[in-house]
């Protein structure tokens, strides 16, 4: 048969992670298969169209920055952007976009049909070809086996699935397509531990039958915020409104009159939910107190009626969903176009990973998505990435790589899974990084696209845009510590005009932006010069009023680094060293570490506790 069945990389799976590992290995000039149940669901959003938010635009901007696909395809599908935490600190600012998910599909679609060495191919994949703990293929549902060094696993939430409506149940990947069974139940047979998670999503609502004059409008932000370093605002779509509306004391009541019949309160679901996007039912009944709950109204789309209700997830049973919905103001003549249902499916503890994502056990075998207990696009997508492009470096003969902690959110993500593993659907947040003033969004390209290039995931045109930016921040950081603004001058008396304190001696440029009253554009006016690019302007803007905080965050960095092989005495008593859980002392007492480095890999040993540890070595000597 002439059909190629040989390739470098294989992946599993058109989802958010597999599109990514696809594109990445063959962007580094892997002969690449993507193998997937449907091409016509590549890139599909299974909940809601949306892309980026706290801590996850930090990971959507680093998989932009290794040159992948989520952020491009946002700016060509994003129907309402925004920047949350605008008013706080760059560190936890983070871009948001509604996404048209039509649109967005379509991007991902166009990318990965014209990728060079990409092949893509629609069949179930029922098998791993595994010889002496290496995989070295795949087997398809009607028995096509293709060949390749390395294969990516990315079957998110098809593996065993179960879909929940009430007490009802049926087997599914999610509503409308099938599960990934066969291939779930060789994993069983292999060496992995396996367990069990769910997520829901709520019901959609089709707008026509809903009130918005009583809710309250959203609209995105002006001037429209950009996802990709490389995108424009003139690639968006038309932008739309967003509402808000809430739930009543009756909505609350209708909820607790079903939980007789809720399959996650009634024992029919097993899996742990994700604890920080709770179903609505698990809303109120552990909030008991709180009388009422936002809802977010979110287009689906800009050639479709249908609405995301965000807020509201449930598995409660069609008629509860029925009447809650009707009794929040605004929806109370709803038609409901789809059911919401929660989905239990095998997730593989990721503890069995490398940081790579290859499997202990398997060599060749990678895992990423939410099928290593993650939730999210953004978290599937960065694994996925990475997963890929150590596929292809496997394949190639090349070394591994991936961020350490304080490089990337990536780094944080894989470091927390493989070495503190899952047991609740796990998603990114701010509050997980050490280093968040280093690990900003906006700073994404310059931690990682020189990597990305070095590793062949950046083209030219990434390339030299980096460049230029690169160097326009540096001309543009000297310009503002060399210029010197004297008092009594034309420019001093305009720098006055700005400060709470008048200027009493020369101050440069930079200076005077360190002072808490005074921004970029202040300090333009007064130099009678500004950076073209406003990228450029708040890069130079943040590294120069957060100098001081940078500096010492990458001063711990290096201490930690330099501590790494620091030695802990064999007689240390734990339970004399302060902040450290029960917990981690009970494991540190058992476990005896001899090394800081050994220490910090201990499943449960947070990088806070390491530092404890660091401390109390300080104190003893
Ligand atoms: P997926 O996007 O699920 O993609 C898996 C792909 O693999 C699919 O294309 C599938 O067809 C293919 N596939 C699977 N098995 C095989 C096989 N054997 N052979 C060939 N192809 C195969 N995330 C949140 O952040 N918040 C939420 O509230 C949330 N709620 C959700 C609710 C539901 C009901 C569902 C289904 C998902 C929800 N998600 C939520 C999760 C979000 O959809 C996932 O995190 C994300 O899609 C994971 O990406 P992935 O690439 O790992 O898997």
Aim: overall charge negative; charged content about 25%; hydrophobic content about 35%.
């Amino acid at each position: 048969m002439d059909f190629p069945t040989r390739f470098d990389v294989i992946v599993i799976g058109g989802g958010h992670a597999g599109t990514e590992a696809a594109l990445a290995a063959a962007r580094m000039g892997s002969a690449t298969l993507l193998l997937t149940h449907n091409i016509e669901t590549l890139g599909q959003m299974s909940c809601n169209p949306a892309i980026g938010g706290i801590g996850k635009s930090h990971l959507v901007k680093e998989i932009d920055a290794l040159g992948g696909a989520m952020a491009r395809a946002t700016d060509r599908g994003g129907i309402q952007f925004r920047v949350l935490n605008s008013r706080k600190g760059p560190a936890v600012r983070a871009t948001r976009a509604q996404a048209d998910r039509v649109l967005y599909k379509a991007a991902i679609r166009e990318m990965l049909e014209n990728q060079p060495n990409l092949t893509l191919f629609q069949q179930a994949a029922d098998d791993l070809i595994v010889e002496n703990d290496r995989v070295t293929g795949v087997v398809t549902q009607t028995g096509i086996r293709f060949h390749a060094a390395t294969v990516v696993l990315t079957t998110g939430t098809f593996l065993g699935g179960v879909i929940h409506i009430g007490m009802q149940n049926h087997a599914g990947g999610r509503a409308g397509d099938a599960p990934a069974n066969a291939l779930a139940k060789r994993l069983r047979e292999l060496p992995f531990n396996i367990g069990r998670l769910k997520t829901g999503t709520p019901p959609r609502i089709d707008a026509r039958s809903v009130d918005f004059s009583v809710m309250q409008e959203q609209w995105g932000d002006a001037p429209t915020p950009v996802m990709s370093f490389i995108g424009s605002r003139d690639e968006h779509p038309e932008q739309v409104c967003c509402y808000v509306t809430r739930t009543t004391e009756q909505t609350h009541d209708i909820i607790r009159s079903g939980f007789d019949r809720s399959p996650m309160f009634a024992g029919a679901i097993e899996g742990v939910g994700p604890r920080y996007c709770p179903s609505i039912e698990d809303k109120v009944s552990r909030f008991a107190d709180k009388d009422s709950h936002q809802i977010f109204v979110e287009p689906e789309g800009l050639t479709t009626h249908e609405l995301y209700p965000n807020g509201i997830s449930t598995s409660l049973p069609f008629d509860i969903q029925l009447a809650a919905v009707r009794s929040i103001p605004g929806f109370e003549n709803a038609h409901i176009t789809r059911p919401g249902y929660a989905i239990e499916y095998d997730y593989l503890n990721p503890q069995d990973l490398r940081h790579t994502l290859e499997t202990k056990f398997i060599q060749g075998l990678y895992f990423a998505g939410q099928i290593n207990g993650t939730t999210g696009y953004e978290e599937a997508g960065a694994q996925g990435l990475l997963a890929g492009l150590n596929a292809a470096l496997q394949a190639q003969g090349k070394d591994a790589w991936y961020p350490r902690r304080d490089e990337a959110y990536l780094g944080v993500l894989v470091d927390d899974l493989i070495t503190m593993g899952t047991s609740e659907p796990y998603r990114m947040f701010t509050s997980r990084a050490e280093y968040r003033l280093i690990l900003r969004e906006d700073n994404a390209d310059l931690r990682l696209t020189e990597t990305g290039r070095r590793l062949g995931l950046v083209d030219d045109n990434r390339w030299d845009r980096f460049n230029r930016k690169r160097d326009a921040i540096a001309i543009e950081r000297q310009r503002l510590e060399s210029t010197r603004i004297h008092p009594g001058t034309a420019q001093g008396e305009t720098a006055d005009g700005h400060l709470k304190q008048p200027m009493t001696r020369d101050q440069s440029l930079a200076e005077l932006l360190r002072r808490p009253e005074m921004a970029y554009p202040q300090i333009a006016d007064i130099g009678g010069e500004r950076a073209d690019d406003p990228a450029v302007a708040e890069q130079v803007e943040i590294e120069i009023k957060y100098e001081g905080y940078i500096s010492r965050q990458a001063d711990e960095i290096e201490r930690l680094r330099r501590n790494e092989n620091t030695r802990l005495p064999v007689d240390l008593d734990y339970e004399q060293v302060g902040g450290l859980s029960n917990e981690i002392k009970q494991k540190l007492q058992a476990v005896r570490p001899e090394t800081i480095a050994q220490a910090s890999r201990m499943q449960g040993v947070t990088p806070a506790a390491v530092s404890q540890l660091l401390v109390h070595l300080k104190k003893r000597d």
